[in-house]
């Protein structure tokens, strides 16, 4: 099946929550889904599946989910199709799940049941209509380019004070700065995170330009461990993550110096580790999500090289996604802010100009990671991809990505 994680962020672009997108099969070539064939298995809910066969630790280690249901599996029996915590679940419906009796009924035992709820697709005018089921739910999606917040905040404080209001469809900094100055919304989901701010003359911090100086070393063939290990002794955090996980392969033995720690890993892992450990670095002044974001695609990429026929390209596609959102972390436009790094003329020409080999990986991660099916499926096809093998690859990412950042 199709699996991806969409953040929503509070106030503080903290991550408040992650949704939970799965689709089972492409429609493109299972032309049935289109028909009565659509409620085949309809009385299960995809993305339970997806946590109870991975973990809901490793798609988020300390947040809520949001799984949609439909007004056919929500009457299905939850806990025997995963285990989860029910505190961590959050159950997503559409106004298929009707205001009547049966519905409220089964909410209610839900809730009682310690799972939490959220309703999206909700027009105004069905509010009134919905009372009983908005006083069970948790959360509640708008379209905030539809919504008067300011009217809706007095009605949700008044009425569901306890519901937390998110606003979806958030597309710039703007809107999400002026959205968050309105207060009524806790949760915004939408592409204003990966977008950069614009601003003039924008200056990169001395200690970034130390870490865009470390990937320029090590995105130089053959280059020297030394002046490597130099400049990772320029920064502490850089420093004690080297020591740390030289320490953990080298139990018995004494290392001496951060050229010795260097020298223990070799060129080929120094360059992995510094090529991730620097992106989070870099990250340290943005949302959290970016840094994810960036490893991600990373990883992603890498494990499609195959799919694309680009094997031998998988490390340069590791360099592309890590550097996709490189603008985003800088403050500059994209062809501004690769011009400080050493990449080669593939990764330029994809990642500004969206042309060149590289682009079909690339377009294929940027649609997936917004759940944009229909074009995936598209693409799938097109590129003789086997879902089976694109879920593995996504888990697989995720996997590699908890790994790398909680080290279990």
């Not at 009565?36 to 339970?48: N, Q, S, Y």
């Not at 961590?88 to 939490?116: F, H, T, W």
Request: hydrophobic share 45%; with cysteine.
């Amino acid at each position: 099946m199709l699996v991806t994680l969409i953040p929503l962020f509070d106030d503080n672009l903290n991550i408040g929550a992650y949704s939970l997108f799965v689709q089972k099969q492409n429609v493109f070539l299972n032309p049935s889904l289109l028909g009565t064939g659509r409620f085949d298995g309809a009385a299960r809910v995809e993305g339970l599946e997806v946590i109870q066969s991975m973990g809901i630790e490793s798609l988020s280690s300390d947040r809520d989910v949001f799984v949609s249901v439909s007004n056919m599996s929500v009457f299905s029996e939850l806990s025997e199709q995963c285990d989860a915590p029910h505190e961590r679940l959050v159950l997503l419906m559409d106004p298929s799940v009707k205001p009547e009796p049966m519905y409220i009924e089964r909410l209610a035992s839900l809730k009682q049941q310690g799972y939490k709820l959220a309703m999206r697709k909700l027009q105004v005018a069905e509010f009134e209509a919905y009372r009983e089921i908005l006083k069970l739910v948790d959360y509640v999606f708008l379209n905030h380019k539809k919504i008067d917040i300011n009217k809706a905040k007095i009605y949700f404080t008044k009425l569901y004070p306890h519901i937390k209001l998110c606003a979806v469809g958030v597309d710039n900094q703007e809107e999400f700065a002026s959205l968050k100055e309105s207060g009524g919304y806790q949760l915004y989901e939408g592409d204003f995170y990966r977008i950069p701010v614009n601003r003039d003359e924008h200056e990169v911090a001395p200690l970034k330009v130390n870490y865009i100086e470390l990937l320029n070393i090590v995105n130089n063939n053959n280059f020297e461990l030394t002046k490597a290990a130099d400049i990772i002794g320029r920064d502490t955090a850089l420093t004690i993550s080297l020591l740390r996980m030289v320490n953990r392969m080298a139990i018995n033995s004494e290392i001496t110096s951060i050229r010795h720690a260097a020298a223990m890993l070799g060129q080929k892992e120094l360059k992995k580790w510094i090529t991730t450990a620097v992106v989070g670095e870099l990250c340290a002044d943005k949302p959290n999500e970016i840094t994810r974001l960036s490893l991600l695609r990373a990883r992603f990429a890498e494990n499609l090289a195959g799919v694309f026929g680009m094997a031998g390209q998988a490390s340069e596609l590791f360099l592309m996604g890590l550097f996709s959102v490189l603008d985003v972390i800088l403050d500059k436009p994209m062809e501004e802010a690769l011009s400080m790094v050493h990449v080669s003329k593939q990764i330029r020409d994809v990642l500004v100009e969206g042309k060149g080999e590289l682009s079909r990986p690339y377009q294929f991660i940027l649609q997936y990671e917004i759940a944009n099916w229909q074009e995936v499926s598209r693409q799938m096809i097109l590129e003789d991809i086997d879902m089976t093998t694109l879920y593995d690859a996504y888990i697989q990412t995720l996997v590699w990505y908890r790994k790398l950042t909680l080290g279990r």
